[in-house]
């Protein structure tokens, strides 16, 4: 059986933003800023698809960017607020330890360059307090940059609360909500949400093309010089065909929420009983208030890589942690910045389904971890002096409390 579950990494198409963005791939080549009929035949499919998105955030077109996916959009986010602070003296910004590096790799750049970055502690269960976000705040801090849904623990953040806090104290709000558009529902003015980045490819989109939000107001720093496109906001010629592809798969996303929040709830809760099953096995994040279909297991005294690798000969796609760091051999900070140690960490697990999975991989996803670990566990050091008692479980207390 081959089973996908490393969703949260990316998606296949959807066959409807495949059909749209072929359509227009034929139809609409056209340069969307060029006067003549064929421009602006290709200019009226841009604004339609700007119209789709806004209308799924609750937004206005004109506070929709199009930028090249998350990564770009969190990057402009955060430099246009903190350049703003700049100018009124302001080079404070605080964010969590367990941001994606798209976040954290921008900070420390600007750290470089003088800024001062607050780090906050993330709790046990992965969530920020937005408690912890109101201390954190000075007179000259110039943003917050909190993430709406954990990319490799799937917790949810309490973005509404967060976002309150720095309405009130007047400081610029962004959240990187990659993992949580399509998924979850969003509306940015009740949520109180500044700036906001997404990706097409976590929702059946393409990949390659992603937006920013900016609430009106908040004026943007360009990354990318050129041409005046996008309002001067985003220099280069659009992508309509990946645009009109992202606008496709996110309405259809947003259209079918409510029913496959409920299928994908159901049998994610299904996968946790399973491998909880697993002795020393524990649940990272939150149990309830994550993702619908995210998954972030440790398993005691086996190592990360060995168990996928022994997962995708048994035919089953899945993750040790972010995509983006996957290839490395350090452990998840993420994790670490959990408090799990550096030996558990390396032994973590993310499973990451969405509404073309099913209940028969469910369960042979069960299978197949209780099999790989015991594997892994009968030619393992560690594991034999953890069960001879030379070494002291981890997950002891969490053992006892969990079951």
């Known amino acids: 059986m081959f089973v996908y579950a490393d969703h949260a990494a990316t998606t296949e198409m959807s066959p409807v933003a495949i059909e749209k963005m072929t359509d227009a791939l034929k139809t609409v080549w056209g340069n969307p800023s060029s006067l003549h009929t064929v421009g602006q035949e290709a200019k009226v499919v841009l604004e339609k698809a700007r119209e789709e998105i806004a209308a799924v955030l609750g937004a206005e077109p004109r506070e929709i960017t199009f930028t090249s996916g998350g990564s770009e959009s969190d990057n402009q986010a955060i430099l246009s607020a903190v350049a703003l602070g ?46 912890d976000v109101a201390a954190a705040i000075r007179p000259d801090t110039a ?38 558009v399509g998924h979850l529902p969003i509306n940015v003015r009740d949520d109180n949400i500044d700036l906001l980045s997404l990706s097409a490819h976590k929702f059946h989109g393409p990949k390659g093309i992603g937006v920013l939000y900016a609430r009106r107001g908040v004026r943007l720093s360009s990354l990318i010089e050129g041409g005046a496109q996008e ?36 049998m994610r809760e299904k996968l946790i009983r399973g ?85 028969a991989e469910v369960d042979y996803m069960i299978r197949s971890v209780e099999e790989v670990v015991s594997y892994l566990r009968r030619m393992s050091p560690v594991w034999e002096d953890l069960e001879n008692g030379k070494r002291k479980h981890f997950f002891a207390e969490y053992e006892s409390e969990e079951k």
């Open 275 to 359: 491998l909880r099953g697993i002795p020393y096995a524990h649940l990272n994040g939150d149990r309830t208030r994550r993702v619908p279909g995210t998954v972030n297991f440790c398993f005691e005294g086996i190592e990360g890589e060995s168990l996928l690798l022994l997962l995708d000969a048994k035919g089953i796609s899945a993750s040790s942690g972010s995509a983006c760091t996957s290839g490395s051999l350090d452990p998840s900070h993420v994790l670490l910045a959990l408090g799990l140690p550096h030996e558990v960490a390396h032994g973590s697990l993310r499973l990451s389904i969405d509404e073309t999975n099913t209940d």
């Open 143 to 180: 943003l917050v940059t909190v993430m709406f849904a954990n990319n490799e623990i799937g917790t949810i953040q309490p973005v509404r609360e967060i976002g309150a806090v720095c309405r009130q104290a007047g400081v610029l709000f962004h959240t990187d909500a990659v993992q949580a």
């Open 231 to 266: 309002r001067g906001k985003r220099a280069g010629t659009e992508n309509i065909p990946a645009i009109v592809g992202m606008a496709a798969a996110l309405t259809e996303a947003a259209e079918n929420m409510e029913a496959n929040t409920a299928k994908v709830t159901a």
């Open 86 to 131: 700049a100018a009124k003296g302001k080079k404070h910004i605080v964010s969590t330890k367990f941001e994606h590096h798209a976040v954290l790799h921008t900070l420390q750049k600007l750290e470089k360059q003088g800024y001062e970055v607050t780090y906050l502690d993330v709790h046990q269960n992965g969530i920020v307090a937005a408690e």
